[in-house]
């Protein structure tokens, strides 16, 4: 596998979690990687995006409540996410492509994805 996510969890509303993505040495590479998340019934949702050169970009979603990161030496993509809600109850993705990350794309342009990671925030 190429990017496997972890670090979901059930955690109170409020609460803090972060998720971690492990890459391979070849999706490391890539231009672009970014965390989506999908919830029963709804489309998956891009939330933040991490371009090669540092530039991120996040969803107004969670602006302000969640943070992307990497750390180049473990391969890892992260994503901080504090002051959770009730509605950030979702299937966590973490994503990845060969092209550059200047907006933030719909799911369909992504063709690495993880396993996802459940996250369940209780009311």
């Known amino acids: 596998e190429q990017l496997v996510e972890s670090g979901g969890g059930l955690v109170q509303s409020g609460g803090s979690l972060t998720l971690s993505c492990v890459a391979s040495e070849y999706m490391y590479r890539s231009y672009c990687m970014a965390w989506f998340r999908e919830a029963p019934g709804k489309e998956r949702e891009g939330l933040a995006v991490?371009?090669?050169?540092?530039?991120?970009i996040y969803a107004d979603s969670i602006k302000g409540r969640f943070n992307i990161s990497q750390d180049d030496a473990r391969r890892t993509l992260y994503l901080q996410m504090n002051n959770l809600h009730f509605e950030d109850t979702a299937m966590y993705y973490c994503a990845a492509d060969f092209f550059i990350c200047n907006r933030m794309r719909a799911a369909v342009y992504y063709n690495y994805w993880g396993q996802g990671t459940q996250v369940t925030v209780s009311p």
């Open positions: 991490l371009d090669a050169d540092g530039t991120t």
